[in-house]
Each structure stands twice: as C-alpha cells, then as structure tokens.
C-alpha cells in the first residue's frame, strides 16, 4: 500500500508539468493564429489613429518630416472656421435624417415582410436587400445621372407636364441635402430591415396567439407586444445607423461632391478635401490640419454614442440597480 500510493505522489506532479506543457503548447499556437489579425490591426488602425493626433499638432503638408510644431493651432483654426461648422451640421442633418427615415421604414417593412401568410416574402426581402450588397461609389454616380439637370426624373416631369422647367436637384443646397438623406436612407434600409426582422421572428409566437384570444387587434398587439419587445434591438439598430451616417463619404462624394458651394460638405469629405485636394482645401494640402479636424470627428462620435448609449440604457441600469437592491433586502 505504501509503495502504491508513493508511486501516486511521484505521478502528480508529472501529470501536472504535462498539463501546463500542453496550455502552453495551445497558447503558443493561439497567439500564432491570432498574430497576423494583430499585425493587421496593429499597422492598418491602431497606428494611423496615433499618427493622427501626432499630425494634428504640426503644420504638415503629408509630404517630408514633420518639422513645424504649431501645437493647437490647427484646432484653433478649425473652430474658428464657418466651413467647418457648416460641415458639421450637414453631417448632423445627415445623420438625423437617414436614421429617422431609413429606421424607420424599415420597421414598416420588416412588419410586412414578416406576415407567415404572405406569398413571396423572400424575393421581396431580396430585392429590399439588393442596394445594401451595392458599392456606394456606384449608387452615387448612378443617382448623380438620375437626379442631374437632364437626368431621368426631370425629363419624367418634363414629359407629363408636371413642371415647365427642370428641378435643380443636386445644385440646390437644401434639395441636395434631401437627395442625399433619400438616398443613404434607401441604401441602408436593407441591412436595418434584416436587423428588425431578427428581432420580431425572437418575439414568441405564443404572445401573439393569445392576444388574438383576447381579442387585440393589430395595433394594440404592435403597441403592447412588438414595439416594447423590440427596445433592446431597437438600441442597437439605431446606433448603427449614427454611426454609418457619421461615415458618409463615397455617396456624398459621387453624388454632389460637397456642392454647391460645400452646401452638402460632410465632415468626412471636409477632411478629405483638406488631406488630398490642393483645390478644394484652401489652396494647398494641409494633412495636419485634416487630422485635427479627423481627431474632431473622432470625439464627435464618441460623444454621440455615449450619449445615445446612457439615454437608451438609463432604464435598464435602473431596473437592474432596483432588482439588486430587492435581492439585498430579502436576504437581509
């Protein structure tokens, strides 16, 4: 019995030592295979977001070292320049106006769709979805020849007679601004419709069939049973469309520009200008004060998204807070 369990001791520990060498082993071969996503993320992200706020601090054209330090001046200029701010409000009226709409529709039609009785959902969720799979740079360049002087929707007008002359679509500043909130909204309602979608089909079934008992009709099942299960994806669908709109880039790009006149100037396209076109920059390429204006952005939608996130998760912090506070009181 002695020799028994000596031999048991003695084979612990090397059971052990086997043990943390295999651990080892497949941690090893883990940080193998999560090295290049490291590398790539590393490189490509993490880098150019600390360049940038290096950048924001000299007065530097993109090209040779970075030899004139101008500390905050190019935050000074910024906020002290109309186009800026200007840009800034096109890109909130963008942004406000695509997640109103584009949210909102799809709603509408991820409650149609999502009928058991209706014949061909899945071609109409097809095609719903079909502009979401689009290049963007595309849909701009396609809208910007529909919606031109000659394009399609005017010479339709022209044709019945619904207008003597053509409607300056995308040369007049607020209609611009209508044509882009149109078409991003329309170009992201496929993405928010599937999200929607997955939300309505996680509602069971048997809340439904017994409002039916009960005699509810379709608006007080939308009202009592849909719109408050659908809160929580409801939260996350909405901040993913701030956050897509904040990144308008290639449609404003394609379709107007920025013009007329930086009527339709995003933040995005504001930076672009500045980092890449002599032209459209004030003359020369200013990198480090685009990057100013990019680490703007940067806090811009760091704000919106706390913002958003404390005001849509207020209620359930607090209800988890009084759930607690409940479990305390009874054990006590």
Request: glycine share 10%.
């Amino acid at each position: 019995m002695e020799i028994e369990q000596k031999t048991e001791v003695n084979s612990r520990p090397k059971v052990k030592s086997r043990l943390r060498t295999h651990k080892k082993k497949k941690a090893i071969w883990a940080y193998i295979f999560l090295a290049p996503q490291i590398i790539i993320f590393f490189v490509f992200s993490l880098y150019p977001i600390i360049m940038s706020y290096v950048y924001s601090f000299y007065n530097w054209t993109g090209i040779g070292p970075l030899d004139e330090f101008v500390g905050f001046e190019n935050y000074a200029q910024l906020l002290s320049q109309p186009r800026f701010w200007n840009s800034a409000l096109v890109s909130i009226y963008y942004i406000v106006g695509t997640t109103v709409l584009g949210v909102g529709v799809a709603l509408i039609l991820a409650i149609i769709l999502n009928d058991q009785k209706l014949k061909g959902k899945g071609l109409y969720r097809t095609i719903y979805f079909l502009p979401v799979v689009t290049t963007t740079a595309i849909v701009g360049i396609i809208m910007g020849s529909i919606f031109g002087i000659n394009g399609f929707v005017n010479q339709l007008l022209l044709t019945f007679n619904i207008v003597d002359r053509p409607i300056p679509w995308l040369t007049n500043g607020p209609l611009a601004i209508i044509i882009l909130i149109v078409i991003g909204s329309w170009k992201g309602l496929g993405i928010n419709m599937i999200y929607w979608l997955a939300g309505l089909q996680s509602i069971p079934n048997e809340l439904y069939e017994s409002a039916q008992l009960d005699g509810a009709g379709f608006w007080r099942t939308l009202r009592h049973i849909t719109l408050p299960l659908l809160k929580p994806i409801a939260a996350v669908i909405i901040l993913l469309s701030l956050v897509s709109g904040i990144n308008a880039f290639d449609l404003v790009k394609t379709l107007t520009g920025g013009g007329p006149n930086f009527a339709t100037e995003t933040m995005d396209l504001f930076i672009y200008n500045f980092a890449f076109s002599a032209q459209l920059g004030g003359g020369q390429v200013r990198m480090g004060y685009a990057s100013a204006a990019g680490v703007l952005l940067g806090l811009f939608t760091f704000v919106i998204s706390m913002v958003f996130g404390a005001a849509s998760f207020t209620k359930e912090i607090a209800k988890i807070r009084g759930d607690k506070k409940k479990k305390g009181g009874v054990k006590a």
